[in-house]
Every structure is written in C-alpha cells, then in structure tokens.
C-alpha cells in the first residue's frame, strides 16, 4: 500500500496537511501492516475534512 505523502509536510497541532497523518504514525507507516494502514488512512481523511472544514487545509 503506497503512502499517502503528497509531498506538503506542514503541520497544524501535529497533523500534517497534506496527508492528514501526526508525525509519530507517518514514522510508524512503514512497521504497519495492511489493516492498521487501511484504519490510519481512514482516521487521516476525516482528519483533513475537518482540516478543510475549518480553512486551515488548502491543498
């Protein structure tokens, strides 16, 4: 499963948001198996949804 960096890593309160993952789970991705990267991708797009919901995500 590839990552989902695009490249951004700026942060806001330690989310990224470009990919909507915290520093400690994009250091973790690569120790993930495939179910706990389908459940982190899951948790980081409802993390840049609100990003988006409140402006603070303009990519």
């Known amino acids: 499963m590839k990552s ?3 490249k ?3 942060f806001d309160q330690d989310i ?5 993952r915290s520093k400690r789970e994009i250091k973790a991705w690569k120790s ?3 179910a ?3 459940a982190l991708l899951a948790e980081a797009e409802l993390r840049l ?8 995500r303009k990519y």
Not at 16 to 20: E, F, S
Not at 49 to 56: C, I, K, N, V
């Open 4 to 6: 989902p960096c695009i």
């Open 8 to 10: 951004v890593c700026e």
């Open 16 to 20: 990224c948001v470009g990919c909507g």
């Open 32 to 34: 993930l198996d495939k």
């Open 36 to 38: 706990e990267r389908r």
């Open 49 to 56: 949804l609100s990003l988006e919901a409140t402006g603070r």
